[in-house]
């Protein structure tokens, strides 16, 4: 259940987000992103890879998140920021590093992370236990605004 870090140099660190950066295969240019890794204080089995990145065009901001193999897909990935639900986000495939869920960071969703103090993501392992794994929004916009 373990979340793999993605190889990469680190760039720059804000708060409790690191800018990393690498050039994947046949790729002409670095491809940085911002990413944090968390796991559940009661369930230190239980981590995720909280991943920021702008795709290659510049027209969009995605925020994917790696939770690990095990978890219910149909529920998807609840997100609260200060103890407010936000939404659910639905996992999009599973790789045997975890399962993937993504959104579109749309303008509204990126300002509520940037002015955030915490997040609090949940995955569920079965329909009624939901796991609470918190993330911490400190050096957010800092980050984001620094991300290439």
Not at 8 to 15: D, F, L, N, Q
Request: with cysteine.
């Amino acid at each position: 259940l373990r979340v793999v870090p993605p190889t990469g140099t680190v760039k720059s660190k804000h708060g409790a987000w690191s800018i990393i950066c690498d050039t994947p295969p046949g790729a002409s240019s670095e491809q940085c992103a911002m990413m944090q890794n968390v796991v559940a204080a009661d369930r230190p089995e239980v981590g995720l890879s909280v991943v920021v990145l702008k795709t290659a065009d510049r027209k969009a901001q995605i925020l994917r998140v790696l939770a690990p193999l095990g978890v219910l897909l149909p529920n998807g990935l609840g997100l609260k920021v200060d103890g407010k639900d936000i939404g659910r986000a639905y996992f999009v495939r599973c790789f045997q590093d975890g399962c993937y869920a993504e959104v579109i960071l749309e303008k509204q969703l990126l300002e509520t992370l940037s002015h955030g103090k915490s997040a609090t993501f949940i995955v569920f392992q079965t329909p009624e236990q939901g796991i609470g794994i918190p993330v911490d929004l400190t050096g957010f916009a800092e980050g984001f605004a620094a991300l290439p």
